[in-house]
């Protein structure tokens, strides 16, 4: 099964930021960014949520894609994690309004 991912990826904290989200009638587009270790890594992706529940796309730059496969892990993994994180709802969403107040 797809979730089952190697030792190593379980101890994987990654936190899922949300920075903007645009709003569609059957699709929405949301970029933000993840962390592995110290190492900021800057995705797109497009949810759905209508007809056979939820569902994400998210892509990463091939540069960041190789970044990943140099610090030792698989980027495809790396993105279902990712995916699945958003679909389960683990993530932050960054507000914008709040940032400039600041």
């Known amino acids: 099964m797809i979730n089952e991912y190697p030792p190593e990826y379980y101890e994987l904290n990654l936190n899922i930021n949300i920075k903007n989200v ?10 933000g960014f993840f ?3 110290e190492d ?4 797109s992706a497009l949810a759905f949520g209508r007809i ?3 569902n994400v796309n998210v892509k990463i730059s091939k540069s960041s894609s ?3 496969k140099k610090i030792g892990y698989d980027p495809e993994i790396i993105l279902q994690i990712v995916q699945k ?8 969403i960054l ?4 940032k400039k107040n600041v």
């Open 85 to 92: 994180k958003i679909i389960e709802g683990e993530i932050t």
């Open 40 to 43: 900021r890594f800057v995705f």
């Open 22 to 31: 645009v709003e569609g009638t059957v699709a929405s587009k949301l970029s």
């Open 52 to 54: 056979g529940g939820q």
């Open 95 to 98: 507000d914008a309004k709040k």
């Open 66 to 68: 190789n970044e990943i």
């Open 35 to 37: 962390f592995i270790g």
